[in-house]
């Protein structure tokens, strides 16, 4: 039973370009997470979405963010315009249930030069 | 507003010992659950355990025991016999059951950094 997919692994865009990162849940998971690590931080909340929905976005930015998680296919993380601030690492968790653990993937590192 | 606190940044055991890593919490709420996550160096996020609220045991997987002391709001994790792998960042973390989204968050704390030396 494979975990919970990320790619890319790493990324590596100039500022002013736009990052998708991609988070596939493990099988039968349905809730999928997106969290925001800094260095040398804890993780932060950003979105939860469940396919087609999304259920809670308070830990989103207003602006450049944006998430979804189509009937088919992964999750995807867009930042549009990025800046140096938005380097860190993202990771996507998911769940069967709302309250159930949630699994993270391996995280995708996004440099912005 | 839901809080988590680490207050050791940074540790270090030496192999074999049993080690404590400290957490405590703050909620309004009654219900709610607890984690811990290992964050070796290579940066993934594993789930070592979980511990209910209104659990009446402590939890335990394998070496990994949580220390649930509810009046001092504290969810200490307890690794015995330490080895060299268990050296990585360990993320002690809440989620409140109340409202359908609001149990969706998990809130981390700031991590304690835990070195085993041979």
């Known amino acids: 039973n494979a975990g919970v997919m990320q790619n890319p692994r790493h990324l590596v865009r100039r500022r002013g370009q736009e990052a998708r990162l991609r988070c596939s849940p493990m099988k039968g998971h349905s809730h999928v997470y997106w969290y925001r690590q800094l260095p040398e931080e804890g993780l932060k909340f950003m979105v939860y979405?469940?396919?087609?929905?999304?259920?809670?976005e308070s830990g989103m930015p207003k602006e450049r963010f944006s998430a979804e998680f189509p009937k088919e296919g992964p999750s995807i993380l867009r930042i549009q315009q990025v800046v140096r601030g938005d380097s860190a690492a993202y990771f996507c968790?998911?769940?069967?249930?709302?309250?159930?653990?949630?699994?993270f993937g391996p995280g995708t590192r996004l440099t912005v030069l | 507003a839901q809080k988590i606190t680490q207050t050791q940044p940074g540790m270090f055991v030496q192999e074999k010992e049993a080690v404590t890593l400290d957490c405590t919490y703050d909620t309004s709420d009654p219900s709610y659950g607890l984690f811990w996550y290992k964050q070796p160096s290579s940066g993934e996020m594993i789930f070592l355990i979980y511990q209910g609220s209104y659990d009446q045991q402590n939890a335990t997987e394998g070496r990994y025991s949580l220390n649930f002391q509810k009046a001092r709001k504290s969810a200490n994790l307890v690794i015995s016999a330490s080895q060299l792998g268990d050296s990585a960042m360990y993320f002690c973390a809440m989620r409140e059951a109340a409202g359908y989204s609001s149990a969706s968050k998990i809130i981390f704390g700031s991590g304690t950094r835990l070195s085993i030396r041979p």
């Open positions: 979405l469940q396919k087609e929905n999304i259920i809670d």
């Open positions: 968790a998911s769940s069967r249930q709302n309250t159930d653990t949630q699994y």
